[in-house]
């Protein structure tokens, strides 16, 4: 019996509180979308008991109905006359979601946007920089090679230039413009500015302005006085001066008119953002630099300071600050020959590994493991940034648990007496300046042992609740891991007695339950098969007619002979990929035949983005038929 799509929206409504309680709506490809305002007005059992709705769970502040490929279009569209709602996007849920959120999730999650999408690049530099420094210490006629500096050079690019990346990161998820981001952060490392890293050493100030005081001359500017000092190294600083450009510029848009809006905007927003940034932002967070570093020269000349330094160490990362230390280290290096700070550093900075190495380890989400892993060898060898704001202050809990593991190990690093010979060396290669390897040795363990122990007991990923209990398979003993095999195009990989469902391109066959998927996995969008791809191109595993294209261009819905509802999902929550990398070659109401082209989409691009690339051929209706096969066995 058809579903009564009417029917079905106005039981949705019903129970979840009505339309007053309905924030945001949207759908995808298989599921509907809602953001609630009171969740206490939902009716959980009767939502799971409604026909037509196969599931229910919340992920990032959004009640999602697994409803079905097709069949969720029609819903939707139902949803919306009943609610009087007009459509929406999946972002503007999303941004719904995100503004329920308390404020510090709201800014922690701000973090993360702006930095998720650059990790890649701060993570192979920061594994390059490591390499490359244990290797210059460890070879010393290697550190004055051409090939040395050379790397060194490509090595350091991101982190020198680390403003630029981030303006540009903090511009698209603000909504400005992202080359005024750009503009704003070049501003700000400028190289007519002194080097960020420099200020403090008079003979650099000195050589730089052409000064013999170590003065840092000023600019004077109404009423300020700006220093000429560039902001290497820093990141709040960057992003809260990127907000306010956002927010100067979209002002503009609104009030000036479009005859000059193109350059009157740009222009207006550019100097508004900059003056505000060297007036105002920069100096003070110069100013709680100052006080960090007066700080810190007190609390590091006792254990219990140590092990508070321990705690205050990654927050100084979040806040850009944590270059300025190479001050403290000089001055103890110039004074005793020893570098006492070394060792908190080494404790806070691996107790950072730990803690990302254990959510690495027992994450079972592919895109967080595939950034979690190599983020924490980075942050072995030294470099934690993108440890820090790509997993463990995201999820906040290993964050708290890094910090406990790094009390306990600068605790152990001042008490023992270790000091390294240099500085700006911590983690593995700190081995190669190290006074006492023995006790440095039991300083790591002790930091990143406890982080990762912590870790595993106080973070608990955040999983979307199982959908209903798959119902049972007929001939399931037809599919096993060992059918795991290639096919060709031709072979039938679905088959009940409405028709064959052939695979749509090269690959190796894993039946449903397998996918990397609770959805897919548990059987609530019907039966089928994953693809592992040997090809980029999607073809019509039958004849049909096209009955959905997803907006995010992912998946593609073809309803054929016998009223088979057919979905083919490609990759695992590629919808957040927002249709890059994704070229469909058909529309809605195309009729298809078997092997004709359907969609193309960009392997290398799924895999970046962190997302698993099978391709997923599921009869949504399968609950229909009461023969339905499916795996590797058919053919044979």
Not at 56 to 71: A, D, M, P, R
Not at 148 to 155: A, G, K, P, R
Not at 558 to 575: K, N, S, W
Not at 604 to 624: C, Q
Request: with cysteine.
């Amino acid at each position: 019996m058809a579903l009564d799509y009417h029917k079905c929206a106005q039981e949705i409504v019903d129970n979840i509180g009505g339309r007053d309680n309905i924030a945001q709506a949207a759908h995808c490809a298989t599921r509907l979308r809602l953001v609630i305002k009171d969740n206490s007005k939902v009716n959980d059992k009767a939502l799971e008991n409604i026909d037509g709705v196969k599931g229910k769970f919340e992920s990032n502040g959004q009640l999602q109905l697994i409803i079905g490929t097709g069949t969720v279009n029609k819903v939707y569209d139902e949803f919306l006359a009943i609610t009087g709602m007009t459509a929406a996007t999946k972002d503007d849920v999303k941004a719904a979601a995100a503004a329920k959120q308390p404020v510090w999730k709201q800014m922690l999650k701000a973090l993360g946007d702006v930095f998720v999408p650059i990790l890649p690049a701060i993570v192979a530099s920061g594994l390059m920089m490591g390499l490359i420094e244990a290797l210059g210490k460890a070879i010393p006629s290697f550190s004055s090679s051409d090939w040395y500096q050379w790397l060194d050079m490509i090595s350091s690019t991101a982190f020198a230039y680390l403003p630029v990346i981030v303006a540009v990161s903090a511009a698209r998820v603000f909504g400005g413009n992202i080359f005024l981001g750009a503009v704003v952060g070049l501003s700000m490392i400028n190289s007519s500015l002194l080097n960020g890293w420099s200020v403090g050493s008079a003979d650099t100030i000195n050589s730089f302005f052409g000064v013999t005081d170590g003065v840092i001359p000023v600019w004077h500017l109404l009423f300020f006085n700006v220093r000429r000092s560039g902001y290497q190294g820093h990141v709040i600083p960057v992003i809260i001066a990127v907000w306010i450009m956002c927010k100067v510029e979209n002002w503009l848009h609104k009030h000036v008119p479009e005859m000059i809006d193109l350059f009157v905007t740009p222009l207006c927003t550019v100097l508004a953002t900059c003056f505000l940034t060297f007036t105002i932002i920069g100096p003070i967070f110069a100013q709680l630099e100052t006080w960090v570093l007066e700080g810190a020269k007190i609390l590091v000349g006792n254990p219990f300071g140590a092990a508070a330094m321990g705690a205050l160490y990654p927050w100084t990362v979040v806040m850009g600050l944590h270059h300025m230390y190479n001050i403290i280290e000089a001055g103890m290096l110039a004074s005793t020959g020893l570098n006492t700070w070394m060792p908190i550093a080494s404790a806070a900075n691996f107790a950072q590994f730990g803690a990302c190495l254990a959510v690495g380890l027992k994450t079972k989400n592919q895109k967080t493991k595939v950034v979690a892993i190599p983020s924490s060898l980075s942050a072995a060898l030294g470099i934690t940034e993108p440890a820090i704001f790509g997993v463990n202050l995201r999820f906040f809990k290993p964050f708290i648990a890094a910090m406990i593991g790094g009390i306990v190990g600068s605790f152990y690093g001042a008490i023992s007496g270790i000091g390294a010979t240099a500085y700006g060396v911590t983690g593995i290669p700190g081995y190669l300046t190290i006074d006492k390897p023995l006790q440095y040795t039991i300083l790591l363990a002790i930091s990143g042992g406890i982080a990762f122990a912590l870790t595993n007991v106080m973070w608990k990923e955040d999983a979307p609740e199982p959908a209903e209990k798959a119902p049972e398979i007929r001939k399931s003993e037809d599919v096993s891991a060992a059918d795991n095999v290639p096919l060709g195009l031709s072979d039938v990989v679905i088959r009940c007695k409405a028709g064959d469902i052939c695979k749509p391109l090269n690959g190796t066959v894993i039946p449903y339950n397998k996918i990397a998927d609770p959805t897919f996995a548990s059987g609530a969008l019907g039966m089928g098969v994953g693809i592992e791809p040997d090809g980029d191109i999607v073809y019509a595993p039958l004849d049909g007619n096209i009955s959905s294209v997803a907006e995010s261009k992912h998946a593609i819905g073809i309803t054929g002979a016998g009223d088979m509802e057919v979905l083919i999902h490609v990759g695992i929550d590629t919808v957040e990929m927002n249709g890059d990398g994704f070229v469909p070659y058909v529309k809605e109401g195309d009729k298809v035949k078997k092997g004709q082209p359907l969609l193309k989409f960009d392997i290398d691009k799924i895999k970046a983005a962190g997302h698993p690339d099978t391709v997923v051929v599921l009869l949504t209706n399968s609950d229909d038929y009461d023969d339905v096969t499916y795996g590797a066995k058919l053919n044979q």
